[in-house]
């Protein structure tokens, strides 16, 4: 049985997690920062880090200084290093000890060049193992968009795949690349979150749900969001079936 209910705090979402990561494309950055000001509201001191590269949002810190970060006041940006303009990754054991100096960290572990939908390299995503909870996000913006402009990577899943790229981004598409070696890649054993995003500006916004069910069902994943996060919608979308 399938449960939606609208939401304007998605806080409850990582209750008493502090360690929660961010895959995919099409919203991690708007939704992590949505999630840390939630939390800090609730007194909550959070940091938000990257595995990969983040823009280099204020206020930040550099890992190595980051005795001088005031924890608590706002969220707080840490990165290594600056680079274009860009916070540049932290290692895993980093991302664990920022454990000791904040009550939640939240990670960027994925990068999309800004597209709504992506296939990982052999290299990615970097997801702590210590994640308690991680994110899987797509953007409903890609429905029926060229295939080729809206996926990173396009190329190689259609190398690795022996398959042609489709003209479109069709449902069967979209639901397809919520599978093991694309969206969901590294995230087995961890407990995952699906978030479909861009609601908003999704010309078929009537296909949300639709989609959400079908890639639920397809990864025995239980707790879905329908989100435009950008503007404050939310709707949490469970099943009581699956692991």
């Given at each position: 049985m399938w449960h939606i209910q609208r939401t304007s705090d998605p806080c409850r979402l990582i209750e008493g997690v502090k360690f929660a990561s961010f895959v995919g494309g099409g919203g991690k950055t708007s939704l992590s920062e949505a999630l840390a000001s939630a939390c800090l509201a609730r007194q909550r001191s959070v940091a938000i880090t990257t595995t990969t590269k983040i823009m280099a949002a204020t206020p930040l810190t550099l890992f190595d200084d980051r005795a001088n970060a005031t924890a608590g006041s706002s969220v707080t940006h840490v990165g290594k290093t600056i680079e274009g303009g860009k916070l540049t990754g932290l290692s895993i054991e980093e991302v664990e000890a920022l454990g000791n100096d904040?009550?939640?960290v939240l990670v960027e572990a994925?990068?999309?060049?800004?597209?709504p939908l992506k296939y990982p390299a052999?290299?990615?995503?970097?997801?702590?193992?210590?994640?308690?909870?991680v994110f899987i996000i797509a953007g409903l913006d890609a429905l029926f968009q060229p295939f080729r402009d809206v996926v990173f990577r396009h190329e190689l899943?259609?190398?690795r795949t022996g398959a042609e790229p489709p003209r479109l981004v069709y449902p069967d598409v979209f639901v397809r690349l919520f599978s093991d070696d694309a969206l969901l890649k590294?995230?087995?054993?961890?407990?995952?979150t699906i978030v479909l995003n861009k609601y908003d500006s999704c010309r078929?916004?009537?296909?949300?749900?639709?989609l959400m069910e079908k890639i639920m069902e397809s990864t025995g994943i239980t707790e879905g969001l329908i989100a435009g996060?950008?503007?404050g919608v939310f709707y949490e979308m469970?099943?009581?079936?699956?692991?």
């Open positions: 904040f009550d939640v994925d990068g999309a060049k800004g597209r052999d290299y990615e995503p970097v997801i702590p193992p210590f994640s308690e909870k899943f259609c190398r590294g995230t087995a054993g961890l407990k995952r078929h916004r009537h296909m949300a749900a639709v996060v950008k503007h469970r099943t009581g079936y699956g692991s």
